[in-house]
């Protein structure tokens, strides 16, 4: 279940070792046994086969929009390629205050941003922040599998809390008493995804009630990524958050992206929120991991907050369309069942009578031409899924659905 | 001595504390105990003064070259704005194992290359793989205040070892002896930094043989951090490197960054050299702290390569007019001690008595409009001394150092 209880040093005295077992062996255990993505393979196997349809990665289809990068290109034009602030630009943290103070409906000072290289940057120095050797965290399963990841590296040693399909609403929810049975005296932190990859739960407000209950209840941190936070499907304008409910003492750190919201997964740029008084922690921890993010790419988040509310809204009605598509296209099979994702752009869905889906998902690259990735990635309660992405262009996803009907 | 070896949390049960204390103790002492850069004060300070002369920050004056930006330009253009390789694109680690078989004068394939956010990203990850919590780190001292940053935030122990000065040669010099002996069985890595930032020490082929011998005697990584191995004053085309006296299965990662040579500090990129066989396991730590490098950052670092050779000589020839104007114009005043560097872009100096260094970097902020890095921010060893960078323009260098002149 977890990569990182086993110790892949071998014997460091074995004569026989090559002289590439001898350096892996010198490799610290947290660095060795981090594991390798288990996309990865499915994506190798099928990569650069004619037509494919690519649905294993977490990412849309289209491009980033032109007046986002032509932001990029004028502050380079301008000169702006020297070493920046390491808290990120003030003009950026401005526009970051104000895309979040309008969408969460309440005043969201400049102080709580830190710029960062992605999501997942600002996911590891929250990891840094709350948790380290000897402590444990606890992440809802399945779960994406980078926070184990993370975790890991660390030092820290994650526990998988199983999820479940609520029968009676058809979503995957998240039992909130088995949380709480798993917190022990080395609990320090729980990772909370809400909307979720790839589940696509999204936490209701009574829920993330609870949670927080819970970790005031011990003092605990809660890392909150609610990247998909805008992605939901119930007519609301966004995903219940945590700060809607969160006082402002409570040790909760948000992590973000420019990824999703705004096609631009390339271009690795997203922001961490936590407490003021974190600053100089979070200061200290961008300077010895990456020491900042260009600025030219911050002049192109900045285009993105403050003239991209069009783009994000035409990428959830995709999303929403693409959603409808996969969902009645499969459900059809009367062979595949799946929870209605309530969030994010996922489906999570099983094929009856497939029980080995890292095989099946190297199949159906040969015999649908369609790249999904296993439900194995995604850790405990994953391995009898699949995990496909639907934020694409409908005719795409319409043909997908086609394929995989017919190959099930 | 040691800023990680102060536990940093007050008491979590003290009734008094605010909410700001209570939230700051509950963060990891890895996090917490990180030092703060001693440079950013007196940056801080001075920072927007007019006609001030910064240089107290390890960077040129020159943009990054239009036809490095132009690469990255074209690169957006055509829609390079996904997800990438995470060991990098194929083509740029190509071009870097072009340029450093040239450079060093030996075959060094491809898959020895991992692209990296910047120079310091590459130093967090090869740190991961070499020591963690227990271990002790070996750090030449003064040094590059983030060594000692990266090594404590990932919960190892940072070993500063004094260096001093050579009287005969005027060179600063590593006594291997002392090294030796400040290693223990917990000792798992030394860091190695030559041309050395702020001394300029440039080991010679035979200590940097001492230290190899050393390391493989106590089965010690290496970690080396040759970024400046270009910037050397005796004629030679490059420094001594660990590519040139190393075995194929030594324990040494070598970190570098495209930030020196071709003025791209803001770019955030540089590369991790090591084994292929470590490959998997940096495509793992890669893969959950940064998740690649933009695209189109990796196009404009090709060009660089591929087109930029003009332009590293030309900056070679700035800073060793540079180093030539700042040290007889410092050593005319007859109250500035320094030893002649013999590598990098610093010269690290003291002021006939002058002892608070902190305090007179501030007031030479005041007195000379100067910018300069206060020695304590370098470490044992360091705090009788100021650093200055001489990576700038002949007129400057040449009125920075009549201001200072004046000034002491």
Not at 6 to 26: G, I, K, M
Not at 134 to 152: M, Q
Not at 370 to 377: C, L
Request: with cysteine.
């Amino acid at each position: 279940m977890n990569s990182f209880a086993v110790n892949s040093r071998p014997a460091t005295d074995d004569q026989a070792a090559s002289p590439e077992q001898a350096l892996l062996s010198a490799v610290r255990p947290e660095a060795a046994g981090a594991p390798e993505s288990g996309i990865v393979e499915v994506f190798n196997y099928g990569r650069g086969r004619q037509g494919l349809i690519p649905l294993w990665v977490g990412e849309g289809d289209m491009p980033t929009p032109s007046f986002i990068q032509d932001a990029a290109t004028r502050s380079l034009a301008a000169g702006e390629t020297f070493y920046t602030y390491q808290r990120g630009l003030p003009e950026l943290r401005d526009a970051i205050s104000r895309y979040m103070s309008r969408v969460y409906g309440q005043a969201l000072p400049a102080e709580r941003f830190f710029v960062t290289i992605g999501g997942m940057h600002a996911l590891q120095m929250a990891i840094r922040v709350a948790a380290g050797a000897g402590d444990e965290v606890l992440i809802p399963s399945p779960a994406w599998p980078n926070f184990l990841g993370a975790v890991g590296i660390g030092g820290a040693v994650p526990v998988e809390v199983p999820m479940a399909v609520d029968p009676v609403r058809n979503r995957w929810s998240l039992d909130v008493e088995r949380l709480a049975a798993a917190v022990t005296p080395r609990t320090k932190l729980i990772i909370v995804n809400s909307p979720a990859n790839p589940t696509g739960w999204t936490a209701t407000r009574e829920e993330l009630e609870a949670i927080l209950a819970l970790a005031r209840r011990h003092g605990l941190w809660i890392i909150a990524d609610e990247i998909y936070g805008r992605f939901v499907f119930d007519g609301s304008e966004r995903a219940p958050s945590f700060h809607d409910i969160m006082a402002e003492d409570d040790r909760i750190i948000f992590v973000q992206t420019f990824s999703k919201n705004w096609a631009m997964t390339g271009w690795r740029i997203g922001w961490l929120e936590c407490h003021p008084a974190l600053g100089q922690v979070i200061e200290n921890l961008m300077q010895y991991s990456c020491s900042g993010v260009p600025a030219f790419i911050q002049r192109a988040a900045i285009a993105a907050l403050e003239q991209g509310e069009g783009f994000v809204q035409h990428q959830i009605e995709r999303v929403r369309r693409g959603r409808d598509i996969i969902c009645s296209g499969l459900a059809a099979t009367g062979k595949v069942e799946f929870a209605d994702p309530a969030g994010a752009f996922y489906l999570f869905f099983s094929i009856k009578g497939e029980q080995d889906t890292r095989r099946a998902a190297l199949r159906l690259v040969d015999e649908a031409n369609v790249g999904i990735a296993p439900g194995t990635a995604f850790g405990v309660g994953g391995e009898r899924y699949f995990r496909l992405c639907f934020a694409r262009r409908a005719e795409d996803i319409q043909e997908a659905a086609r394929r995989l009907a017919a190959a099930v």
